[in-house]
């Protein structure tokens, strides 16, 4: 079974930056797609970025690109999600999710794609 554990979200300023982690397990035995989603009270879980098995294809949200960047360590089987200039529009709980044995080159965005969840960890923006 695979494992995520993310950490690193807390409260920060507008304009401000913040780094992510996420630890996942079990995909050692085959390439895992990974990606970042987040949930704002009332609204349904979004898309922020995704990477493939390797790291060397990126995908980012609209809203972030420019400002978020996701990158992986496989040899310390970790994701991160560094963002500057953040805004009070990011305020949301921020989940990790994997994909394992997944295609060389897929960099999936969509929730259904994904088979794993870490619990969450929750990003505030003050003004």
């Known amino acids: 079974q695979v494992q995520l554990v993310e950490s690193g979200g807390e409260l920060v300023q507008a304009g401000g930056s913040l780094r992510l982690s996420c630890a996942a397990s079990g995909c050692t035995f085959g390439g895992c797609a990974m990606g970042w989603f987040r949930q704002a009270p009332g609204k349904e879980r979004e898309f922020v970025a995704a990477?493939?098995?390797?790291?060397?294809?990126?995908n980012c949200a609209d809203s972030v690109k420019g400002r978020f960047t996701i990158s992986r360590d496989n040899a310390k089987n970790t994701m991160y999600l560094q963002m500057n200039s953040l805004k009070p529009e990011d305020t949301a709980v921020y989940y990790c999710?994997?994909?394992?044995?997944?295609?060389?080159?897929?960099?999936?965005?969509?929730?259904?794609?994904?088979?794993?969840w870490g619990q969450g960890t929750q990003v505030t923006v003050s003004s």
């Open positions: 999710a994997v994909k394992p044995r997944a295609r060389t080159f897929a960099v999936l965005t969509a929730r259904y794609e994904y088979d794993y």
């Open positions: 990477i493939n098995w390797s790291g060397g294809r990126t």
